[in-house]
Structure formats: C-alpha cells, structure tokens
C-alpha cells in the first residue's frame, strides 16, 4: 500500500525538528509555517534557474496551425493567456518534434545567438526542422523554423517550473525521492533566516551535500557545453538532407 501523501505544514514541520534538536517534538508558532512556505517556494523557484535541480521531466503536445512559428508557455494568469498553461513555465527543453501522419521529425535545438546572428530568410513555410528556446521572466517562447506548412502536432519534452505550494496543498506535486534532499534544503534556510545558524552543523551540511549530489545525479539535465563546427542553419545543410 501506499503511504499517504504528506501535507506541506507537516513537510516544514518535519524541516525545523532538524534545526532543532532541543525541542524537537515542539509544535509550529508564530510564523514558522509562514516563513517555512515562503523558504520552500523561493527555493522551488530558483531551481528553475537552470533546472538542474528540477529531476523530472514531462512531455507536452500541441498543435500548430499553418504558418504559426511560435508559441508561448507560461502560467494560466499570465495576460495575455498563452499558448500552453499546463504544466507551466518551460525552463529546460531536453528534446522536441513534430508529428504528421504518424510520421516523426526531430528538431534541432538550436541557440538563440546562433539563429539571430545567421543571415535571415524570409519568413518560410514548410516542414520545421530547428526550433528555438526563448526564456523570459514570466513564459518562455519557443519558436520552431520555418513555419509549418500544414498542421502538425509539436511534441515538447523537458523541465517545467513547479507549481507554488500553499498551507492547503501536499507535496504530490514532488517525487517521494526528492522530499530527504528538499527537507535538509529547507532546514539550511530556515535556519539562516529564524536566527538558528548555529543548529546548522558541519555534519548536517555533509548529509545535505551528499543529497544535493543524489539529486544532481537524478537531473536529465547535462550541462556540458557543445559547439557545432559548422552553423546547421546555413542552406548547404538543408541541400544535404534533402530538404
């Protein structure tokens, strides 16, 4: 059987026993739980900087219309509503493509200073074969190129920002592992801000680094660095492949 999902209150309570090993059993006050959420989002939030510390990755579909060569993602509340709300920001795509008549076609995820800095065509239209990953602070634009010519259906795997936790929410929105690396995380913050640095030990920061490097680990997310040797945007490539 299943253990039952965890309520937030009870995850930041279980992250101040850690700081406290005095009184470890004493009950939340003052504004312990307040503080502990506020901790608990500012560090969701940061993960999704560069989502390395985000460990779990969704696949998204939408369809594009003919001609449409960007789409926005974002959160529901966003105005103007973007394209895609569900699951939310995209912080980190790993891999995408389009589909037609049950056909694959993968796309080449292709820098954003590579696809300015190339000679523009003219707006094209045809089958989509880079796309183009543009962060900014509240949605993400991705735009694939050239545009497609008829409908198809763009498939989006990476990392999506996680959602802002409440007092009435638990953590199913988390995976089981991640809650022994975030409840040291909280700990280490709690501790800085409720005046209890000297509860933070070197022994508690050895069990936090070593969880941080198990989460690190679990990340999808490579951080190695690729130079192309020759732009795949120039036309000899497309000639190539006979495009």
Not at 95 to 120: C, G, H, M, Q
């Amino acid at each position: 059987m299943s253990e039952p999902q965890q309520s937030v209150r009870s995850f930041i309570n279980d992250s101040y026993q850690i700081i406290s090993s005095a009184t470890p059993t004493a009950p939340l006050q003052g504004n312990d739980l307040t503080m502990g959420i506020n901790i608990l989002n500012r560090l969701l939030n940061q993960y999704a900087a560069n989502g390395l510390m985000i460990t779990v990755s969704k696949q998204v579909d939408y369809f594009l219309g003919i001609g449409q060569g960007s789409i926005t993602i974002g959160e529901p509340d966003y105005v103007p509503t973007p394209d895609i709300t569900s699951p939310g920001r995209l912080v980190n795509l790993l891999n995408a493509w389009v589909t037609l008549d049950n056909v694959t076609y993968p796309l080449i995820d292709e820098s954003r200073t590579e696809f300015w800095s190339s000679y523009k065509y003219a707006p094209l239209v045809g089958l989509p074969r880079y796309v183009i990953v543009q962060p900014q602070t509240n949605l993400t634009v991705v735009q694939v190129y050239p545009g497609p010519s008829q409908p198809y259906e763009l498939s989006i795997y990476g990392k999506w920002q996680l959602s802002t936790l409440t007092s009435n929410d638990d953590m199913s929105s988390l995976p089981s592992y991640y809650f022994m690396y975030l409840q040291f995380a909280l700990a280490k913050y709690l501790s800085v801000y409720k005046a209890r640095a000297a509860a933070w030990t070197p022994m508690l920061e050895e069990m936090y680094l070593t969880l941080e490097k198990d989460m690190v680990a679990a990340s999808s997310t490579n951080l190695d660095i690729n130079i192309n040797n020759e732009s795949w945007l120039n036309g000899a490539w497309r000639v190539r492949a006979g495009i």
